[in-house]
T-cell receptor, first 113, second 116 residues
């Protein structure tokens, strides 16, 4: 089955700096890669996703890049703000059939004011 | 609130008891997923329904676990003879099938289970 590894487990940045979180996956058939943000005690919420037919996607301060050959994808947050502090999870799935998501173990991002 | 809802939000039970959780997906979402999340970890897939049909089950779903979605709307997850290792947050998610981003799974707030 799919295995998703996520690094780093914790990340602290100064407000205004950029943050990068990296994930690798094992199943070459995976074709959908969402990123979820989970604030303490709250539900995971999708912040951005990418399908395997594109290499990069951007939404304001958030971008995701995908390298299918190397089987890794990354989340980039620019101009970080204190409200970006949360746990971020990457995930992968054979999304064509909208099947299960396999999640990474999460990254606790802390943005220091 | 038109999002995914789950009840109860918290459940404390004694080892060996049975518990049942309910998930109400977003209206007209025909896919429904159950995940389990333990502290410091990402959600782990348990099972998935399309309408009333249970299409996938994880090997994590032992024979003490059963899930149903009898009318293709709400779903229940039952755990029989609970063990302390069952303590976790149980998350439900739903997704539509006919939208540009049909893969997006919308999560509920979860049911936190504590087995004493």
């Amino acid at each position: 089955g799919e295995n998703v590894e996520q690094h780093p487990s914790t990340l602290s940045v100064q407000e205004g700096d950029s943050a990068v979180i990296k994930c690798t996956y094992s199943d070459s058939a995976s074709n959908y890669f969402p990123w979820y943000k989970q604030e303490l005690g709250k539900r995971p919420q999708l912040i951005i996703d990418i399908r395997s037919n594109v290499g990069e996607k951007k939404d304001q301060r958030i971008a995701v890049t995908l390298n299918k050959t190397a089987k890794h994808f990354s989340l980039h947050i620019t101009e970080t703000q204190p409200e970006d502090s949360a746990v971020y999870f990457c995930a992968a799935s054979r999304g064509g059939s909208a099947r299960q998501l396999t999640f990474g173990s999460g990254t606790q991002l802390t943005v220091l004011p | 609130d038109t999002g995914v809802s789950q009840n109860p939000r918290h459940k404390i039970t004694k080892r060996g008891q049975n518990v049942t959780f309910r998930c109400d997906p977003i209206s007209e979402h025909n896919r429904l997923y159950w995940y389990r999340q333990t502290l410091g970890q990402g959600p782990e897939f348990l099972t998935y329904f399309q309408n009333e049909a249970q299409l996938e089950k994880s090997r994590l779903l032992s024979d003490r676990f059963s899930a149903e979605r009898p009318k293709g709307s709400f779903s229940t997850l039952e755990i029989q003879r609970t063990e302390q290792g069952d303590s976790a947050m149980y998350l439900c998610a739903s997704s539509p099938t006919v939208q540009a981003n049909y893969n997006e799974q919308f999560f509920g707030p979860g049911t936190r289970l504590t087995v004493l």
